[in-house]
């Protein structure tokens, strides 16, 4: 198993997704000898785990059972232990599209958080690409880089425990794309603009208050950056439901037959889609 | 394999515009993908040029078009506003808005452009012809600059081709052929099917080759892409336009789905057969390639052992789901996009019934853009509804044992969905 390759069989030392039923998943690292709870019973690594199939059912010793799935950074991102608020696939995905990301390409990021979107980061510019990550939280900084390691894509990052918006990122005119999560990312574009190369690239903001979004624009725009826009996505979920629509009874009529009428639709959540935040891209042109 | 077969610097890192380049052309949000030939003209915006008068520029370059189609760098101080020292009003409660404060005339302005004035030069000439202009709130002066900037404005940027960029342009220009594919859902189908380098992928789309194309440049030459396609042959025209290298093209493979069934019931034969008697040579040459392409596809198809399935097309999802769906691993990501929500319902219900698929989930995406600027900071439109739908899951061992109706319920309770966090 790796992050940003698939394996067949699971194996001692992989982290593993276990599916327990819809909105009910659980990371597991497996080991050698070790044993995994779950409601449904027992999962014994060494037998039930390692050599098995990834995507297998698993029968643990309750009788239940649980499919095993093959991690993937959108997994993690819905089964990450939280340090912070994260990143949700919906903006990963438009942040990835947008900045262009594909194998190969050299990413700067600050703050690394939980490190829900450099896994995806990882995903997308590996085997040839690399990220540079700066938390300044120490602790935080540290878990990552364990976690980068555990989940062997360490060859492909370095984490960097420093202030962004007074060090920048430890490295200058080599990224394809930088994106910045931070409070203030105003204070960090000339940073982001002196990692870049010099051909150019694009980067990406993320703010939740629209002060935010308009200082970093102006920021941006003084630094000579193009091509701006601020967007936002939503996700909306639809699920599928069979309901039932009770006719009218008009009297006696033999043409009508039933009560009422199985329609499979969709519903809404009661709630609609929030907001996570606004993402501003731009383009450094050539310099 | 990751190892990568050819050294060679792909187009994406030239940092100068070449002959034979594909490229996008770029007026405000206007974008057209064109191949740079010599002494090639191209149309856009109503305007013909000569692209290859380009190469040698950088790409991201902004041009003039400059009468004959050359186009001419333009200067970055050319950009510059000329409103900043002007004087201006508070609010436009004397402004009559009489359609009479221009004293240019249409054939004013032509003459204008035919003494070969740059658009700067003549909204220059506009706002000081203007018997309002300076009446206006600053903010109404900037906005009265940009829409005359957007009229007149005779340049053009020449860009790198991407996902981005070709995604953008097709759901603004041409969106029927790529099934109104808003490029938000684009992004979201690249990363919920996991498309990275190495993997082995299969694509059956009717986008003229923009899913195809945004795929392999996920991939980056790694890895090896199946392209399902129904018909007698499958349709790139959109994957040109990446300009990929051409190493990118060995791990492109193609297969014809009229075979599908023949290869699921292990009845397809690939074999080198003797060629009729008669047939010309060229005409053999041909077939054999074919049969050789045929076979080669066959082979990454039959051990069933994909990594991730993405859909997205005219035709009904559902069958084309449940056909593809078998070549997949056990543990891997498919993605259906349709423009359509109830075809998406079909599938999710087949699947239910199958087994062998868990995590589903029917979504779509909606987008806003916002205007930024000091005090006027706003959004704009809410792109919802016309962008099309997803259906996105993980495949699982298929449980032959048990009959499908004991398989543990997905279709969610009252409680609410966790749905990005919340």
């Not at chain 1, 120490?138 to 918006?165: G, I, M, P, S, Y």
């Not at chain 2, 087949?350 to 979504?363: I, M, Q």
């Amino acid at each position: 198993m790796s992050f940003v390759e698939y394996s067949d069989l699971i194996q001692d030392g992989d982290v593993a997704i276990v599916y327990l039923g819809p909105e009910s998943m659980m990371p597991v690292k497996v080991k050698q000898g070790a044993q995994t709870q779950t409601r449904y019973g027992v999962i014994r690594h060494s037998s039930d785990l390692i050599g098995r199939r990834y995507g297998s059912k698993v029968t643990c010793s309750k009788g239940g059972w649980v499919y095993v799935l093959h991690m993937t950074p959108e997994l993690w991102t819905v089964n990450l232990p939280h340090r912070t608020q994260i990143l949700y696939t919906t903006d990963i995905a438009t942040i990835t599209m947008m900045l262009e990301l594909k194998p190969g390409a050299v990413v700067c990021e600050s703050g690394t958080g939980s490190g829900s979107l450099s896994h995806a980061i990882l995903r997308s510019i590996a085997p040839s690409g690399h990220l540079h990550t700066v938390e300044f939280h120490q602790q935080r900084a540290e878990k990552a880089e364990e976690e980068f390691k555990e989940h062997r894509v360490d060859r492909l990052v370095t984490v960097r425990n420093q202030d962004v918006c007074k060090d920048g990122f430890g490295v200058t005119g080599v990224a394809d794309a930088v994106f910045l999560d931070i409070p203030s990312p105003w204070e960090a574009v000339r940073h982001a603009k002196a990692a870049m190369k010099r051909q150019g690239g694009r980067v990406c903001s993320f703010s939740p208050c629209i002060e935010q979004v308009q200082k970093t624009c102006e920021a941006l725009v003084d630094q000579g950056f193009e091509e701006l826009s601020t967007l936002e996505v939503l996700l909306r979920v639809h699920d599928v439901r069979t309901v039932y629509l009770p006719l009218p009874d008009f009297g006696p009529d033999e043409t009508a037959p039933q009560t009422s009428v199985a329609l499979k639709t969709t519903t809404l959540p009661r709630e609609m889609p929030g907001h996570t935040g606004y993402l501003t891209f731009a383009t450094k042109p050539r310099t | 394999s990751m190892i990568r077969k050819s050294t060679l610097p792909p187009q994406s890192r030239h940092t100068s515009i070449k002959a034979g380049d594909y490229v996008v052309l770029k007026r405000g949000d206007i974008f057209k993908a064109v191949q740079i030939q010599p002494k090639k003209k191209a149309m856009f915006e109503k305007q013909w040029f000569l692209p290859d008068t380009a190469v040698g520029q950088l790409y991201g370059s902004t041009f003039d078009v400059a009468p004959g189609g050359i186009l001419q760098p333009r200067k970055p101080k050319d950009t510059e506003g000329s409103t900043d020292a002007n004087e201006a009003g508070t609010d436009n409660r004397h402004i009559l808005d009489d359609g009479k404060s221009q004293k240019l005339t249409r054939d004013d302005i032509e003459i204008l452009k035919g003494q070969g004035l740059k658009d700067q030069e003549i909204i220059q000439q506009l706002v000081d012809n203007s018997s309002t202009f300076r009446d206006k709130t600053k903010y109404a002066q900037d906005k009265y600059i940009k829409k005359k900037k957007k009229k007149y404005e005779n340049t053009v940027t020449i860009l790198r081709p991407s996902c981005r960029i070709l995604a953008m342009m097709y759901h603004g220009r041409e969106p029927g052929k790529i099934c109104h594919m808003r490029y938000d859902m684009l992004a979201q189908m690249l990363t919920l099917a996991n498309i990275h380098a190495g993997s082995k992928v299969l694509v059956f789309e009717t986008c003229a080759g923009l899913v195809l194309g945004s795929v392999m440049e996920r991939m980056g030459g790694y890895g090896s892409v199946i392209q399902m396609f129904p018909g007698g042959g499958p349709v790139r025209a959109g994957v040109e336009s990446f300009g990929f290298p051409a190493h990118f093209h060995d791990t492109l493979h193609e297969f014809p789905i009229c075979h599908v069934n023949a290869l699921l019931a292990g009845t397809l034969d690939t074999a080198c057969k003797d060629p009729p008697a008669g047939r010309a040579q060229e005409r053999k040459v041909k077939l054999e390639e074919k049969r050789k392409k045929l076979a080669s596809a066959a082979a990454l198809l039959e051990g069933r052992n994909a990594d991730g399935l993405v859909i997205a097309s005219r035709f009904h999802p559902c069958p084309v789901l449940l056909g593809l769906i078998q070549f997949l691993s056990p543990s891997r990501p498919f993605v259906v996009y349709s423009q359509y929500k109830e075809p998406l319902i079909e599938c999710f219900t087949k699947l239910k019934e199958r087994g062998g698929t868990v995590n589903l989930r029917l979504t779509d995406t909606w987008l806003r853009r916002y205007q930024v600027l000091p005090n006027r900071t706003h959004p704009l439109l809410l792109m919802s509804g016309a962008g099309g739908f997803i259906l996105s899951g993980t495949t699982v061992a298929v449980d032959d044992s048990k009959p499908a109706n004991s398989q543990r319920a997905e279709e969610p309770a009252a409680k609410r969905q966790k749905v990005d966090g919340r």
